[in-house]
T-cell receptor, first 114, second 115 residues
Framework: DGGITQSPKYLFRKEGQNVTLSCEQN?????MYWYRQDPGQGLRLIYY???????QKGDIAEGYSVSREKKESFPLTVTSAQKNPTAFYLC?????????????FGDGTRLSIL | KNQVEQSPQSLIILEGKNCTLQ??????????LRWYKQDTGRGPVSLTI?????NTKSNGRYTATLDADTKQSSLHITASQLSDSASYIC??????????????FGKGTKLSVKP
C-alpha cells in the first residue's frame, strides 16, 4: 500500500536537546511538507520541498531544520532554539508542488517536553 | 488579510441526522477550496477539492458546495454515522498553479455523532 509513514508516533524532548522526526513516502511524490498543529489552531507550514535537494521556509521555520537528500524522505529536526516545541507534527506530500494537487498526510508525531 | 473562518467550532448531532458545516474565506487570489476529515490523533484525509468553476462536489455521504462570489463553502453530511465523529478542516489555496506553500487552513469544526 502506498502512503506516508511518520515515526515515532510519540516523542519526548529534554531541555536543550535536538530531536528528529521521520517522514517517508512511497507515493513517488516530488513535493513534501511539514506542518505544525496546535489545539484550536489551523495547520501552520514549517518547511516544504518541491524537489530533491531543495526546500523553502514556511510561515514558522524558526527553530526547525530539514533536509531532502532522497525523494522519499523529508526529516524534520526540532532544535533547542524552538522554545515551544510541544505540538502535533504532520508531514504531507503531493505529486507536484502545484496548488491543484491534493495533499496526502501521514498520521503525525506528537512531541512533548520532559 | 487572508483568512479562513469555520463555523460552528463544535457540533453534536444524533446518529442518522444530517448536518451542515460552514466555511467563509477572505483569501485572494483564489485557486481552489478543499475539505479534509481528521480523526483524533490521525492525519487529515481529503474529502473534496473544488475550483472556482465548480459549485458542488460529492464524495459518498459528503457534499461540498462553493459560492465563489460570496466566498462561502459548506460541507453537508447526510445520514450521519458514528464514524463521522472527527474534525472537518476547510483549506483554501491561492494562486492557480502556484505553490502549495500558499495554503490557508481553517481551525476546523469538531463534529460528534452520538448514538
Amino acid at each position: 500500500d502506498g502512503g506516508i509513514t511518520q515515526s515515532p508516533k510519540y516523542l519526548f524532548r529534554k531541555e536543550g536537546q535536538n530531536v528528529t522526526l521521520s517522514c517517508e513516502q512511497n507515493l513517488n511524490h516530488d513535493a513534501m511538507y511539514w506542518y505544525r498543529q496546535d489545539p484550536g489552531q489551523g495547520l501552520r507550514l514549517i518547511y516544504y520541498s518541491q524537489i530533491v535537494n531543495d526546500f523553502q521556509k514556511g510561515d514558522i521555520a524558526e527553530g526547525y531544520s530539514v533536509s531532502r537528500e532522497k525523494k522519499e524522505s523529508f526529516p524534520l529536526t526540532v532544535t533547542s532554539a524552538q522554545k515551544n516545541p510541544t505540538a502535533f507534527y504532520l508531514c504531507a506530500s503531493s505529486t507536484h508542488d502545484n496548488s491543484n494537487q491534493p495533499q496526502h498526510f501521514g498520521d503525525g508525531t506528537r512531541l512533548s517536553i520532559l | 488579510k487572508n483568512q479562513v473562518e469555520q463555523s460552528p467550532q463544535s457540533l453534536i448531532i444524533l446518529e442518522g441526522k444530517n448536518c451542515t458545516l460552514q466555511c467563509n474565506y477572505t483569501v485572494s487570489p483564489f485557486s481552489n477550496l478543499r475539505w479534509y476529515k481528521q480523526d483524533t490523533g490521525r492525519g487529515p484525509v481529503s474529502l473534496t477539492i473544488m475550483t472556482f468553476s465548480e459549485n458542488t462536489k460529492s464524495n459518498g455521504r459528503y457534499t461540498a458546495t462553493l459560492d465563489a462570489d460570496t466566498k462561502q463553502s459548506s460541507l453537508h453530511i447526510t445520514a450521519s454515522q458514528l464514524s463521522d465523529s472527527a474534525s472537518y478542516i476547510c483549506v483554501v489555496s491561492r494562486y492557480y498553479g502556484g505553490s502549495q506553500g500558499n495554503l490557508i487552513f481553517g481551525k476546523g469544526t469538531k463534529l460528534s455523532v452520538k448514538p
